[in-house]
């Protein structure tokens, strides 16, 4: 992989599942591309995959932005949701707030947030109630990166 | 073994015409949440779920799973069905429960 840095921005659209994970599948697609080992790229997909589809289910969609260089994947996902009034519950496996539509989809299981966090090498998260959420998300590509940063 | 051999021991229907025929199935998981999917499945597994709206693709993509079988009969949405192909994801059907196509399908793979 290059020096450069490839940034890349998405729309994630409000409540529409069948876009929903397109921004993930392509930054995906971009890392096989670049040649970024695969327990690397599965890292990212998913977390990245959990951050969008919140954005989808809780916060009427939002952005996301990829910045990509030869050390680290790093995502920011921005949405002008709802907000998580209580970060510390939302992070425990199993609790959710998704509605029953969401449910029966599959999804609103309570293991968004813990997967980012299994997946993510750091993850940080800023949320304000009645103004939305931030989540970052970086994942390292190279195994020496970590004591790095 | 490849999903279309798999397709025709197993005797089941395809959706998704020729698309993903070639890919390498290695083993297989079961299970209806999504999150839990991504996070346990490994890379090859073929899956079965009883979902069948759009995003079992997009979950299907993301741990690279090759094969999506859907048991039961259940109908597929034809937004679902395009989605597959487009990724080259088959999604094969059956009138069989999980439980019997993981048993027929433990002596194959």
């Not at chain 2, 798999?6 to 698309?19: D, H, R, S, V, Y």
């Not at chain 2, 993981?102 to 002596?107: N, P, V």
Request: charged share 25%; with cysteine.
């Amino acid at each position: 992989m290059s020096d450069g840095i490839i940034r890349k921005s998405f729309v994630i659209p409000a409540n529409d599942f069948t876009i929903a994970g397109e921004a993930s599948s392509s930054v995906k697609k971009m890392l096989i591309q670049l040649g970024a080992d695969p327990q690397k790229v599965k890292k990212t997909a998913i977390s990245m995959y959990e951050a969008e589809l919140n954005a989808v289910i809780h916060a009427n969609g939002g952005v996301a932005e990829v910045e990509i260089d030869r050390h680290k994947v790093f995502i920011r996902i921005k949405d002008e949701g709802p907000g998580i009034p209580d970060l510390e519950l939302a992070m425990q496996e199993g609790y959710t707030t998704a509605p029953d539509s969401i449910r029966e989809m599959g999804f609103g299981a309570g293991m968004g947030l813990p997967n980012m966090k299994r997946y993510a090498d750091k993850l940080e998260i800023t949320t304000e109630v009645g103004k939305g959420t931030v989540v970052e998300i970086t994942v390292f590509l190279t195994d020496n990166e970590k004591e790095d940063h | 073994m490849k999903v279309r051999e798999f397709a025709g021991q197993l005797n089941m229907e395809i959706l998704t015409g020729e698309n993903g025929l070639e890919k390498e199935i290695k083993g297989m998981y079961i299970c209806d949440l999504l999150s839990w999917v991504m996070s346990h499945a490994t890379k090859g597994d073929v899956w079965i779920t009883v979902h069948t709206h759009v995003n079992i693709v997009a979950v299907a993509v993301m741990v690279d799973i090759p094969c999506i079988i859907i048991p039961e009969g259940i109908e597929v949405e034809e937004a679902t069905i395009k989605k597959a192909s487009e990724e080259d994801i088959a999604i094969l059907r059956t009138s069989k429960t999980a439980y019997q196509i993981a048993c027929e399908a433990g002596k194959l793979l």
